[in-house]
């Protein structure tokens, strides 16, 4: 049977929320096309931090109301995965695979989700996850 889990890297979280995004209609089309191909959606609890910070400094939003707009996201139909005992172990090993690695919290995103049985990413950065082959990057279009 196809793998049909699809993680949102926090890129795409943020657009879902921002409706002033350049991108933010793209992802809800993007996001709504794989939910009506009987996707699994999939964040890793990584991305909520990674959002909550990216709400705070960029958007400059208090911590309660970026922790609130989280909460939307977190209590939406999509699953949370979260590090398993050996996602180390895979982080160490994908750090020993990938030398020119843009981001370390990349590649500890891509082994959580490598754990957890998921193969694909939907992001819109074309360099954090394409050198990582137990995952496909998919972009927004």
Do not use: W
């Not at 208090?62 to 180390?88: E, F, G, M, R, Y």
């Not at 490598?114 to 082959?133: A, E, H, M, P, Y």
């Amino acid at each position: 049977m196809l793998n049909k889990k699809l993680a949102f890297d926090t890129n795409i979280l943020v657009y879902l929320l921002d409706e002033k995004s350049e991108f933010y209609l793209k992802t809800v089309k993007t996001v709504s096309e794989f939910e009506t191909k009987g996707f699994e959606l999939v964040i890793a609890q990584q991305s909520i931090v990674e959002l909550v910070q990216v709400l705070t400094d960029y958007y400059n939003l208090s911590l309660v109301k970026a922790s609130t707009k989280a909460k939307q996201i977190v209590n939406s139909k999509i699953k949370i995965v979260s590090p398993l005992p050996q996602t180390t172990k895979t982080y160490l090993e994908l750090c020993k695979s990938n030398k020119k690695a843009k981001s370390h919290f990349d590649l500890f995103l891509a082994a959580t989700l490598i754990d957890n049985q998921v193969t694909k990413i939907l992001t819109n950065d074309k360099s954090g996850f394409k050198n990582i082959r137990q995952l496909k990057a998919m972009y927004l279009e």
